[in-house]
């Protein structure tokens, strides 16, 4: 007997995979890229996210904030916020390596969130001094 139900979430699954490689000279390169269903959506909340990011920077130079193009799909902006704000090399790599753009999405969407609570205050980072672990 078919499982017609995990035939069709195999179908979404493929269909929302992003083929992308790392060139020599080390810029991503897009093969093939499908729309998710949620892609939007992502896109939407980050783009919000950045917003607050920028208008919490406001007095700050411009080299902190976040500039995105309007027409860039929800995979450039997860790169290219993998690339910039995602401080561990190790971290940084396996999310661009990731193929589904709803993970990657999901990943900068928490990495955002927590560097604006810690730039609005809500999360006191230790100083210098502090002997608390990190």
């Given amino acids: 007997m078919t499982d017609v139900l995990g035939q069709e979430n195999l179908i979404r699954d493929i269909s929302n995979i ?77 999310l661009l390596e990731e193929l589904d753009e709803s993970v990657r999405a999901e990943k900068i969407i928490e990495v955002l969130e927590s560097r604006i609570e810690i730039l609005s205050g809500k999360i006191e980072t230790p100083d210098s001094d502090s002997t608390l672990i990190n």
């Fill in 18 to 94: 992003s083929l992308r490689y790392i060139s020599d000279s080390g810029t991503i390169k897009i093969i093939e890229s499908s729309y998710s269903d949620n892609s939007e959506a992502y896109k939407k909340r980050i783009i919000d996210l950045i917003n607050k990011w920028n208008l919490l920077l406001d007095g700050y130079t411009d080299d902190y904030k976040i500039k995105i193009e309007n027409n860039s799909t929800l995979s450039r902006i997860t790169d290219s916020l993998s690339s910039s704000m995602v401080s561990k090399a190790s971290d940084r790599q396996l």
